[in-house]
């Protein structure tokens, strides 16, 4: 096909990708963007590919990374940027792009560097400011932050993202009135996502405003029921509030729309096991080993399962992993000895007075020589509240 009959086509492939949900920053200046409507499918890319064998230039392989960023395929995306800045190194959209596609990486370093070249390379569309506020927030740089915000919000005023970026920024950064009111003007705009909600109830929090705080959650579960952000969120409120049968509950909803939540699952498997429930404990906490997560004390009680099993190879292993995340974790090391001895066939229970031996088990203190060994059970259930760090979103 030639050049000069691809080109029609090439432009209806570029004004599709071009629309999208929302604000997309894009070098289609001549083009129109929809608010709503949806990208191509693989015609698109098959259009795309051909024009970048015909005739490659910087401009087609940004608009494959954009398809492939719409379509959830971040490193392929991130390929085709590679591949645009090769042919053109100072091309400011495939900069930008390179940028985008960092941060949602969660690098946010490297994210800056590109998004300064897009910047110093011409590139001026409010997407622009909007990335590099996030940057700089993830970044701690308040001030460079609410600069580059601002600006986007001169560009864009009546965006919902703008808004929302504003209101994460100033909960990041300790203002949480001033977080409010950009987060309820981001609702008023657009009341169909979790992450604004998210952000308002902890602006409130922050405030202690907590009716206001129980009744925004009421709505935020009307509006956005399959959220699992919003569900965890719930859970975290019962479980402060000494509700733990209703945290349990909406713990699992939490799962049920998002196996991986990683931090839903291991506080449902740890009140389990504060419960004494062991065995539902056991399967959330190996499903967490095996999927790669070992968030704060996982190898702990997975040794502990490993001994109630009566595994004691495995009990030491985990536990030496315990001892070795957290090196000031006597109850980890008490376990560790206890799982070795068994293991060694060497625990013999200590002696006891007759006055004690009915009172304790048979798994009381040893002779002061040795380390005291735990019991396997846990003492009685304490209720705590798990830390939330900031911008927790899975």
């Not at 991986?260 to 699952?265: E, F, G, K, W």
């Not at 992993?321 to 000031?328: G, I, R, V």
């Not at 088990?361 to 735990?374: D, F, H, K, N, Y």
């Amino acid at each position: 096909m030639k050049w000069r009959y691809l080109l029609p086509v090439l432009s209806f492939a570029c004004l599709s990708l071009g629309a999208c949900s929302g604000y997309e920053a894009s070098d289609d200046r001549i083009y129109p963007m929809p608010e709503q409507a949806a990208v191509t499918g693989e015609k698109a890319k098959e259009v795309l590919e051909e024009a970048a064998e015909e005739a490659p230039s910087a401009y087609v392989y940004t608009k494959l990374a954009q398809w492939a960023w719409h379509n959830r395929r971040v490193p392929v995306a991130a390929a085709y940027v590679e591949e645009a800045l090769l042919l053109d190194s100072t091309y400011a959209w495939a900069w930008y792009w390179r940028g985008h596609l960092l941060l949602q990486q969660k690098k946010a370093g490297e994210a800056l560097l590109a998004l300064e070249n897009a910047h110093r390379h011409g590139y001026a569309d409010a997407a622009l400011w909007l990335d590099m506020g996030e940057a700089y927030r993830v970044a701690g740089d308040s001030a460079a932050c609410m600069q580059a915000l601002l600006e986007a919000r001169r560009r864009m005023p009546y965006s919902a993202s703008v808004f929302l970026a504003l209101g994460k920024a100033y909960v990041h950064f300790g203002a949480p009135a001033e977080a409010e009111q950009a987060l309820r003007t981001a609702l008023a705009h657009d009341s169909r996502k979790a992450t604004p909600y998210y952000s308002l109830l902890k602006a409130l929090e922050m405030q202690d405003k907590k009716a206001q705080a129980d009744s925004l959650l009421e709505v935020a579960l009307r509006r956005v029921p399959r959220s699992d952000t919003i569900w965890y969120y719930h859970a975290q409120r019962l479980v402060s509030k000494g509700m733990i049968d209703s945290a349990l509950v909406c713990y699992k909803k939490t799962l049920q729309l998002n196996p991986l939540h990683v931090a839903a699952r291991y506080q449902l498997a740890e009140q389990l096991a504060l419960r004494y429930a062991w065995e539902d404990a056991c399967a959330h906490f190996r499903y967490l080993a095996d999927h790669g997560q070992l968030p704060v004390r996982t190898a702990f009680y997975l040794g502990r399962c490993a001994i109630k099993e009566k595994k004691y190879e495995e009990a030491v292993e985990w536990l030496e992993k315990a001892t070795e995340l957290n090196p000031s974790d006597t109850q980890a090391k008490s376990y560790l000895y206890y799982a070795r001895s068994l293991r060694d066939g060497t625990w013999v229970p200590p002696a006891q007075d007759s006055a004690a031996g009915e009172a304790e088990s048979s798994e009381g203190l040893p002779m002061p020589a040795v380390p005291p060994p735990p019991s396997l059970e846990v003492p009685q259930p304490v209720i705590r509240t798990p830390l939330m760090k900031k911008d927790s979103l899975p």
